[in-house]
T-cell receptor, first 114, second 110 residues
Framework: DAGVIQSPRHEVTEMGQEVTLRCKPISGHDYLFWYRQTMMRGLELLIYFNNNVPIDDSGMPEDRFSAKMPNASFSTLKIQPSEPRDSAVYFC????????????FGEGSWLTVV | DQQVKQNSPSLSVQEGRISILNCDYTNSMFDYFLWYKKYPAEGPTFLISISSIKDKNEDGRFTVFLNKSAKHLSLHIVPSQPGDSAVYFCAASLNEKLTFGTGTRLTIIP
């Protein structure tokens, strides 16, 4: 079975540009999570969805960040406009429901904003 | 305010010896604790977990201990192998959300 699929794997963009990160969760998983990894803060939860509905977006840094899940097999995380401090690895993860607490991560999208 | 803390950014252990990774948390409502392992350029992968009603869970070379009164958990790896070199994240669960620590980089010295 395919795992969580993220694209792009690497993105270098200029400050002020729009960035869109994409995620395809594992088929049948009802929960989708977006995390950001930085050296200082480790893995931070940005937002999560249940059955395509955003449940908690309290981790989204500011209004420049937005996330959508138009259907069960696709989600996007958008940053507009991007800033150098947004440079990080962004992970998407999913898990089935009901289940234990284990979530399954994609390989991440490495974002560099110059 | 970090609710889950891993105070050791790095740890080096001789191959064959025991590796002990530590994690502290502040929220007594967390009901499940997990350890994830991460290799460079890959996503974190689940390693082992423990319910808050237990104090120990073992899976092969990996054992997780939970001390609720101290709000502390630890991961023991014995014997340590070169393939265990990775970043280890502890995580705590509450209301469907996993809160992660900042990670500890474990290096196994051959």
């Amino acid at each position: 079975d395919a795992g969580v699929i993220q694209s792009p794997r690497h993105e270098v963009t200029e400050m002020g540009q729009e960035v869109t990160l994409r995620c395809k969760p594992i088929s049948g998983h009802d929960y989708l999570f977006w995390y950001r990894q930085t050296m200082m803060r480790g893995l931070e939860l940005l937002i999560y969805f249940n059955n395509n509905v955003p449940i908690d977006d309290s981790g989204m840094p500011e209004d420049r960040f937005s996330a959508k899940m138009p259907n069960a097999s696709f989600s996007t995380l958008k940053i507009q406009p991007s800033e150098p401090r947004d440079s990080a690895v962004y992970f998407c993860a999913s898990r089935p429901s009901p289940s234990g607490n284990t979530i399954y991560f994609g390989e991440g999208s490495w974002l560099t904003v110059v | 305010d970090q609710q889950v803390k891993q105070n050791s950014p790095s740890l080096s252990v001789q191959e064959g010896r025991i590796s002990i990774l530590n994690c502290d948390y502040t929220n007594s409502m967390f009901d499940y604790f997990l350890w994830y392992k991460k290799y460079p350029a890959e996503g974190p992968t689940f390693l082992i977990s423990i319910s808050s009603i237990k104090d120990k869970n073992e899976d092969g070379r990996f054992t997780v201990f939970l001390n609720k009164s101290a709000k502390h958990l630890s991961l023991h790896i014995v014997p340590s192998q070169p393939g265990d070199s990775a970043v280890y994240f502890c995580a705590a669960s509450l209301n469907e959300k996993l809160t992660f620590g900042t990670g500890t980089r474990l290096t196994i010295i051959p």
